[in-house]
């Protein structure tokens, strides 16, 4: 039972352009959610994260917005640069429910020059 | 450095060998939660603890694998009688307060290769 989701699993953009990654999750319980950059051979690196008190955050060029009536959020990376290539992680937990921080499967960037 | 310290970066251990992975958390973080992650897969929850309490094990194998956040020293994660299964990376993370409302903070992992 996956509760947070990345359906793409690779994603391919040019530099300067926009990245758009997406995730989903299926328990309503959860109203933290962060996004994490991987690099191979590295731990996960925290990048942003939001409240689901909010629907926006942003943090120079990662933005980060949230749809709680979808279960939805989406990491943006404006613009894109080829050291954004990694992997993307999107994370969920709840103050009340749960005692961890569930991922997603990830999703890769790769940004072309 | 201040960040979450892992040792060994990589272990290898012959099957059958116990490992043990050590995790000091940053300054000021007594919650403590490991990952594993196998080779093109996602980050999987292994267990929660917060100083000398198991808080969440829900993701830990029955059998084999075990961990501890003792009052002074890094938490372990021990598994005994490796098999070639076991071969992934170990992540720990920390975070000052409960998951909900805080981030976590990842360590740079510890490669297990089973032999």
């Known amino acids: 039972d996956q509760q947070v989701k990345q359906n793409s699993p690779s994603l391919s953009v040019q530099e300067g352009r926009i990245s758009i990654l997406n995730c989903d999750y299926t328990?309503?319980?959860?109203?933290?959610f962060l996004w994490y950059k991987k690099y191979p051979a590295e731990g996960p690196t925290f990048l942003i994260s939001i409240s689901s008190i909010k629907d926006k955050n942003e943090d120079g060029r990662f933005t980060v917005f949230l749809n709680k009536s979808a279960k939805h959020l989406s990491l943006h990376i404006v613009p894109s640069q080829p050291g954004d290539s990694a992997v993307y992680f999107c994370a969920a937990s709840a103050k009340y429910y749960g005692q961890n921080f569930v991922f997603g499967p990830g999703t890769r960037l790769s940004v072309l020059p | 450095n201040a960040g979450v310290m892992q040792n060994p970066r990589h272990l290898v251990r012959r099957r059958g060998q116990e490992a043990r992975l050590r995790c000091s958390p940053m300054?000021?973080?007594?919650?403590v939660y490991w990952y594993r992650q196998l080779p093109e897969e996602g980050l999987k929850f292994m267990v929660y603890?917060?100083?000398?309490?198991?808080?969440?094990e829900s993701g830990m194998p029955k059998e084999r694998f075990s961990a501890e956040f003792p009052k002074e020293g890094p938490s372990i994660l021990r598994i005994q009688q490796v098999v070639r299964g076991d071969s992934a990376a170990y992540f720990c993370a920390s975070s000052p307060r409960p998951p909900g409302g805080t981030e976590a903070f990842f360590g740079q992992g510890t490669r297990l290769t089973v032999v």
């Open positions: 328990n309503s319980m959860f109203d933290y």
């Open positions: 603890l917060q100083k000398e309490n198991i808080i969440d």
């Open positions: 300054k000021g973080h007594s919650h």
